[in-house]
């Protein structure tokens, strides 16, 4: 074994996105180097528990799931006890998706009590207004980030970040000294099609996401209802985990009187599908300051982009150059700038459209091979593993 992985969810579970994708094309990428690895993630699932069988990674990659129940979506279940402590005994160096989850927290004790060399990636759980949401409403939680969290994260070899604002989190409750390692996250561009120009009438947005209040939808809505055209749509494709928040948004689609369709989760082919048919993404996150922005990277910008999809972001997450490459547009925190940039979106031509296209799918492939990020990620988990001496990390941003 090169590495040990631990991972809350991975692929093909359904319903817990992002982390568990990014952990699965990290893995897939050290598995084409021909490095050996041992993961160990719950078999949780939405639709039923996972199998071993289903969970493809790569050759020299073994895969242990450990049955999960009660608190799915932390990936509780006792299994995982001593399938982690026999990773991280036998591990010459173990790298853990996500914080604050029951496997990835179980992890960073075990390799600190038995001083293992570990790197945790962080995956938005250290964005700074989060952190601050934590302190400030969820005490428990915050007690648990203090004498659980934090310490062990101040143990590790480094901490992975994707985006400077999050890396500014993890230095503001870590300490200045904090060992950083800023490397964006990958995707396999090759996995996906260059969809053509959507000849639909009006202009069609797309959101991929859970409906909650981090994520910022319902406010885009209130700003796109203000400035739409007759023609104009927009798609909604995620789970809903706010009870409260998803009866509001349930209030904005009845509102657009049939310009916005919700279509709850849907599979990998349905995504690619809803992409193919619209114009622009969209990713609003941090729009509403009561929810904070959790979203440090948004691994669905980038997949968007190999799609050849430009698209709109909020502003602070780790594509604030984004318009620098010509491939969409960035929006302030605030109705009026999400409505300029919905108008500019509006009046773009075929011509122009096609070049933002382009240019988010050129952008991927140069700058975020899952290969060579995977590359430089390994580079610091087996040198500072290695290493007699923590040193301080840094990889530059996504954006410089």
Same mark, same amino acid.
């Given at each position: ?58 050759? #020299?990659?073994?895969? @242990? ?9 932390? #990936? ?58 934590? $302190?400030?409403?969820?005490?428990? @939680?915050?007690?648990?980030? @203090? ?21 500014? #989190? ?35 947005? =797309? ?20 400035? $739409? ?18 009866? &509001? ?45 959790? &979203? ?42 999400? =409505? ?43 040198? =500072? ?9 840094? &990889? ?5």
């Amino acid at each position: 074994m090169d590495v040990g992985i631990v991972t809350t969810h991975i692929p093909p579970a359904k319903g817990y996105g992002g982390v568990s994708v990014t952990a699965a094309v990290l893995t897939k990428a050290w598995a084409e180097r021909g490095y050996n690895m041992v993961l160990v993630a719950s078999d949780e699932s939405t639709d039923g528990p996972l199998r071993l069988e289903d969970v493809r990674l790569g050759d #020299g990659v073994e895969v @242990k799931l450990y049955p999960c129940y009660g608190f799915r979506r932390w #990936g509780f279940g006792l299994g995982a006890i001593p399938e982690l402590f026999k990773l991280c005994v036998q591990a010459p160096v173990v790298y853990i998706h996500g914080i604050a989850t029951w496997p990835s927290t179980l992890a960073a004790v075990f390799c600190t009590v038995l001083r293992r060399p570990f790197m945790v990636a962080a995956h938005g759980g250290l964005m700074p207004e989060h952190v601050a949401l934590i $302190r400030q409403h969820k005490p428990h @939680k915050w007690l648990f980030y @203090k004498w659980l969290t934090f310490p062990t994260l101040r143990r590790a070899i480094a901490v992975h970040c994707t985006s400077n604002t999050e890396a500014q #989190g993890a230095r503001e409750v870590l300490g200045e000294g904090s060992r950083i390692l800023l490397v964006p996250n990958g995707i396999a561009s090759r996995d996906f099609t260059i969809a053509p120009y959507p000849t639909r009438e009006g202009l069609q947005l =797309c959101f991929l996401g859970h409906i909650q209040q981090e994520k910022g939808i319902n406010a885009f809505i209130r700003a796109w209802l203000k400035v $739409r055209q007759p023609a104009d749509r927009l798609v909604v494709a995620g789970r809903s985990v706010d009870g409260a928040y998803f009866q &509001e948004f349930q209030a904005l689609v009845g509102q657009a009187q049939g310009a916005i369709r919700y279509q709850g989760y849907l599979e990998r082919g349905e995504v690619l599908e809803l992409l193919a048919a619209s114009h622009f993404l969209v990713l609003p996150s941090g729009l509403e300051e009561a929810g904070g922005m959790r &979203e440090n990277f948004g691994n669905v910008v980038a997949e968007a982009m190999a799609a050849g999809r430009p698209v709109l972001v909020a502003k602070g997450l780790a594509w604030d150059g984004l318009e620098a490459t010509g491939a969409g547009f960035i929006f302030d925190r605030d109705e009026a700038s999400v =409505c300029d940039v919905l108008r500019k979106a509006q009046t773009l031509g075929r011509l122009a459209w096609e070049q933002m296209s382009s240019n988010g799918r050129d952008y991927v492939e140069q700058q975020l091979d899952a290969v060579k990020l995977g590359d430089k990620v390994w580079q610091a988990l087996t040198e =500072c593993g290695q290493a007699a001496n923590h040193i301080p990390l840094a &990889e530059g941003s996504l954006y410089e």
